[in-house]
């Protein structure tokens, strides 16, 4: 059984910076993709992040291009999310994700993801 555990969000003003890790307990990272999504409130879940097994590629939502950056160390078994320049937008909940064992590449949809970690709250105020 794999368990992720999100960790480093927090309430930060418009323009800062956070940094999201994701640590995985049982079957090592090295060898599947990772995503980060969020979630806020009365919305659905939407992809943010992923890159890919090999490290060699990442992929972005427009609206954090230039600002996040995704990167992973599978020595330590951890996946993070810098957030830089943060707007009060990205306020919600974020997830990390492992990809099915199937998925290559740098997935982005819900489906293509098999373990969720139990989120951790993002909040950017204005």
């Known amino acids: 059984q794999v368990q992720l555990v999100e960790s480093g969000g927090g309430l930060v003003q418009a323009g800062g910076s956070l940094r999201l890790s994701c640590t995985a307990s049982g079957r090592t990272l090295g060898t599947f993709a990772m995503g980060w999504f969020r979630q806020a409130p009365g919305k659905e879940r939407e992809f943010v992040a992923s890159?890919?097994?090999?490290?060699?590629?990442?992929y972005y939502q427009d609206s954090v291009k230039g600002r996040f950056t995704i990167s992973r160390d599978n020595a330590k078994n951890t996946v993070s999310l810098q957030m830089n320049s943060l707007k009060p937008e990205d306020t919600g909940v974020y997830f990390c994700?492992?990809?099915?064992?199937?998925?290559?590449?740098?997935?982005?949809?819900?489906?293509?993801?098999?373990?969720w970690g139990q989120g951790t709250q993002v909040t950017v105020s204005s």
């Open positions: 890159i890919s097994r090999t490290v060699d590629s990442t």
């Open positions: 994700a492992r990809a099915r064992t199937t998925i290559w590449g740098t997935p982005s949809a819900i489906y293509e993801y098999e373990y």
